[in-house]
């Protein structure tokens, strides 16, 4: 069993930034994917940012030049730093590992961007 415990949600202005974090405990394997999504009221839960065990990343269009993944696999760590943001980044953000065909959620975060 894996659990995934984010933090650094919050209220920011537009064109603020915030930094997302999230720390995996249990059985995690070496080799895994980590990211984000997020999901707006009333809307779907949709990608935002994954990264390989090996640094490689991928980005949904509307973050990418804004958003950088990162991770630290010494401390089973992800973080999202997230810049310019704007009132369309408005949501829950969950953090994800997958691994050995299985996917694993945190309880998420909330970002609220204010103009």
């Known amino acids: 069993q894996v659990q995934l415990v984010e933090s650094g949600g919050g209220l920011v202005q537009a064109g603020g930034s915030l930094r997302l974090s999230c720390s995996a405990s249990g059985s995690i394997f070496g080799m895994n994917l980590m990211g984000w999504y997020r999901q707006a009221p009333g809307k779907q839960r949709d990608l935002v940012a994954t990264i390989t065990s090996f640094g490689g990343t991928n980005y949904a269009d509307s973050v990418r030049g804004r958003f950088t993944i990162s991770r630290d696999n010494a401390k089973n760590a992800v973080y999202l730093q997230m810049n310019s943001l704007e009132r369309e980044d408005t949501a829950d953000y969950y953090c994800?590992?997958?691994?050995?065909?299985?996917?694993?959620w945190g309880q998420g975060t909330q970002v609220t961007v204010s103009s």
């Open positions: 994800n590992l997958a691994q050995r065909g299985s996917m694993y």
